[in-house]
């Protein structure tokens, strides 16, 4: 380690570490990264990838997410392995009351500050010819963007060792047990000292004795999703359904309730269809929602089924085989807030609870934690 450096310890080497970890050495920071895990393997490699901006609500969470983008963006140009990738979404309509909620959205000034256009069906075909199905126009949103999640966080990790030789350390199986001022003690019962420590340990929010008055801010939720085989056809955008605008904030505006009621296997499992190919052609799907604690410990097949159908429908073709299922679980501020942020120990930063848009937006919670703490952003 270079002697004069800061030093900053960040726990936890999911996306919210990670690029916490990416800030601290560029603010000139020496970092030791600790994981519990032999590899990290939490929500931040589980999900699809997406910098997902078109959803984000009004304010400050669009503004976290549209400077995060941005930092992936730049990220993306030096760590070729990110594999990140501007390629826009669509949020397709397949029937007359989906189109005529996104064509008065479309009109809206928050359509506009996400640069979202109505496209008709013609037009969505030119823009992603895979969009083969019996659609009635959809929503383009050229700001979001994709990265592999799988390769994501070694990536990063390999480019932060390579840029600062010896001034960043990673970790692992470094289960962090309690917290003091500007230390955290691991399960072997080493205390790691540091100028500043940032907690990014994900839904594993409640287990530091010092973090647990603030878990009542939180809540977990699980997502079940999975993975086909290599689609045969190109998509040249990320792909949503009309149910991403019930859930999404940025859909406040819209007239919603036009779009009737949601079918029975959707509203069990507070689900929608998001659907992102990988670059060997597999195609992401999901996803659901499970908002009560204790989670079921199996898959279910059901809603497997009903996005499959979806995606058939709108890609109007067959899908392969499903390859991979799993089911993540983030954590997510109830109070509405972009994520926790809060000081458990004297210099000692707890950051989690981005919820849905924790790969979207980590790069920019990052820089508004080392501003937070007093560093200049
Ligand atoms: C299925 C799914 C799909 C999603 N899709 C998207 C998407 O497309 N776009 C998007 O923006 N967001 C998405 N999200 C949300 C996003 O994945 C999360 O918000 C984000 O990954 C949270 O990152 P994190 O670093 O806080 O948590 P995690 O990735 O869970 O990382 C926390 C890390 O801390 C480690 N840890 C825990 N306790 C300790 C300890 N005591 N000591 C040391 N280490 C510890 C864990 O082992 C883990 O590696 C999705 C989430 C899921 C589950």
Redesign the pocket.
Known sequence: MTPSAPKAVV????????WHALELLDAGFAVEH????AA?????????????VSGRRSGAELDVARRARARWEEIGAQVPDLAFRPCGSLTVATTAAERAVMTAFAKLPDATARAITFLEPDEVHACNPAVGGDITGALYCELDAVVE?RLALGALRAHLAARAPGRYRFHAG????ATAPRTVI?AAGTPWEADLVVV?????YD??PAAAALSARLRR?????FETEPFRGHLTTSVADADTMRYYPAYESAPRHELGEQNRVGVAHHLQL?L?QRPDGGLTI??THAYSEPFDFALCEEPTAELLARARRILGAELPAVRRR??????ECTDGAVCLREQIDDGVWL????????????PAIARDTLAAAGLAA
Not at 34 to 37: K, M, P, T
């Open positions: 726990v936890g080497a999911g996306i919210v570490g990670t600790l994981e519990a895990d990290p393997v939490g929500a931040s490699v589980r999900n699809f990838g997406l910098v997902w999640p470094r289960r962090v047990t691991d990014a340990t994900g839904a594993a287990h530091l939720v699980r997502l079940q999703m998001l992102v999901g996803d799993w089911e993540g679980v983030y954590a950051v989690t609870g981005p919820g849905g848009r924790g790969m979207t937006c980590s």
